[in-house]
């Protein structure tokens, strides 16, 4: 008998068979008999999916492990995923429509999750899960904390939603997550530098420079940066969407004016009142997963830039999202409200974003 793969003890995030290596994915078969069957059959030991956590990536994965022909079979979890992604994704229980953002993320999360726990069967009680008959508590909990602290309670989010989602639809009665315990997590403290901003958009393309500048003057998640449409610009200013789909109008300033007259004249721009006001070179809306493909090699551009100027700085753990905490530390700094600049609570903003060191004279 051939012997199989030895069990993931860490990165469980991962799908199935896929190793991280340098910010891009790897894939092979986890089994010796797979392994040798490919090679056999004159196919590749190992496939380079793309950059780690994109969507190009993931659907090379599920494309080249024959996932797809996985069926979502009645009574596993794979099922209750299903449901769930068609019928309470987009849309919260009480009806209410979740963030762009918060679809995308947990899009994202479903392939992991349907690659460890899709042929599990889901208890119709608590008593099925807790005979061993059924997915019960105990791995959900180990999967979770095997896996980093934020992906790891996203991953557990998605599945308990789906969950609740299988009790509404009347397919079980019992939610293995409620008892799974978080991971500790805390806000971020990353307080992005004055002198890593200036670099990035020295060496920014046109397009990614206006982004990180109109990010600085007005805190918007870069999710609804990249949505913005033409049609949002009007005669008072730019018809924003914040936090919670809040509804609101950033009035016109000179360098607002200058960011879109500047956009006006990028490659794909067009003046059709549904193109995006930041487009991309074909014409069409900016996807997360390209856009964050973009940031992450401008930091490694910028960082072997400083390298071979011999300056002794790096950029490293810069998320773009922190450009936002800089631009409340920034609007408190011009003697505005910060929270209300960013449409969140003060204690969001305090816990969240500001972030900016205090500066204090020494006594003597």
Not at 24 to 51: C, F, H, I, M
């Amino acid at each position: 008998m051939l012997a199989v793969g030895r069990k993931r003890t860490k990165n469980l995030h991962l799908p199935a068979g896929v190793r991280e290596i340098g910010g891009r994915w790897y894939w092979q078969p986890p089994s010796l008999r797979e392994r040798l069957e490919r090679k056999a059959n004159g196919l590749q030991g190992s496939v380079t999916l793309g950059d780690a956590n994109t969507k190009p990536a993931r659907e090379r994965w599920a494309q080249v492990s024959g996932f797809r022909d996985i069926k979502d079979a009645a009574g596993t979890v794979a099922e209750l995923l299903k449901v769930w992604e068609l019928d309470g994704l987009k849309t919260k229980p009480n009806g209410e429509p979740r963030a762009p953002g918060t679809i995308e993320a947990y899009t994202n999360a479903l392939p992991a999750l349907r690659a460890k726990f899709g042929r599990a069967k889901y208890g119709k009680t608590v008593n099925e899960a807790s005979r061993g008959q059924a997915l019960g508590t105990a791995e959900i909990q180990r999967f979770v904390a095997g896996c980093p602290k934020a992906m790891g309670n996203r991953y557990l989010a998605v599945l308990s939603n789906a969950f609740d989602h299988g009790i509404r639809e009347g397919k079980t009665t019992y939610n293995p997550c409620q008892a799974v315990v978080k991971n500790a997590s805390k806000a971020r403290e990353r307080e992005p530098e004055e002198w890593e901003v200036e670099c990035l958009r020295a060496l920014a393309s046109p397009l990614m420079a206006l982004l990180i500048d109109y990010e600085g003057i007005s805190a918007l998640r870069i999710s609804s940066i990249l949505e913005l449409q033409r049609v949002r610009l009007t005669a008072a200013g730019i018809r924003v969407r914040g936090k919670g789909g809040k509804r609101e109008v950033r009035e016109w300033t000179p360098e607002s004016r200058r960011i879109v007259v500047e956009a006006e004249q990028l490659p794909g721009a067009s003046r059709f009142p549904a193109s995006p006001v930041f487009p991309s070179p074909s014409g069409k809306p900016i996807p997360y997963d390209t856009f964050d493909k973009w940031w992450q090699q401008l930091k490694r551009d910028t960082n072997a830039a400083l390298a071979e100027c011999e300056i002794p700085l790096k950029i490293e753990n810069l998320h773009f999202h922190d450009l936002r905490s800089k631009a409340h530390d920034d609007a408190i700094d011009a003697n505005m409200d910060g929270a209300e600049f960013i449409g969140d609570t003060q204690a969001v903003a305090n816990k969240h974003y500001h972030r900016r060191t205090k500066r204090k004279p020494h006594l003597r």
